[in-house]
């Protein structure tokens, strides 16, 4: 199961949703083979569009073409939403 993984006791951090779907998409990932520092969870889609040959860079990235940007956002989000899926099946196996 996908856990997150403590920031040196910095509780709101944790508790920061958007903090958790970054970490929880640096640990899909990190599982899919994927490079990632877990300490820069939202360095996952670098990582992705490099493996896919995808110039991405921090910043504007406004010559992207969409069918690129879907590209990369696909391989992430196909990996998450499975995991998510196995994650909820297995919520529901261990209920009584």
Avoid: C, W
């Amino acid at each position: 199961m996908v856990q997150t993984k403590g920031n040196g006791g910095n509780g709101q951090q944790d508790s920061d949703p958007a903090v958790r779907l970054s970490r929880f998409k640096a640990e899909v990932m990190m599982r899919e083979g994927y490079n990632i520092n877990p300490e820069r969870p939202d360095d996952v889609k670098y990582e992705v569009a490099k493996s896919l040959g995808v110039t991405l860079r921090e910043g504007d990235n406004g010559d992207l073409t969409s069918a690129k940007a879907g590209k990369v956002g696909g391989a992430i989000g196909g990996s998450m939403v499975k995991e998510m899926i196995r994650l909820a099946k297995q919520r529901l196996n261990d209920q009584p």
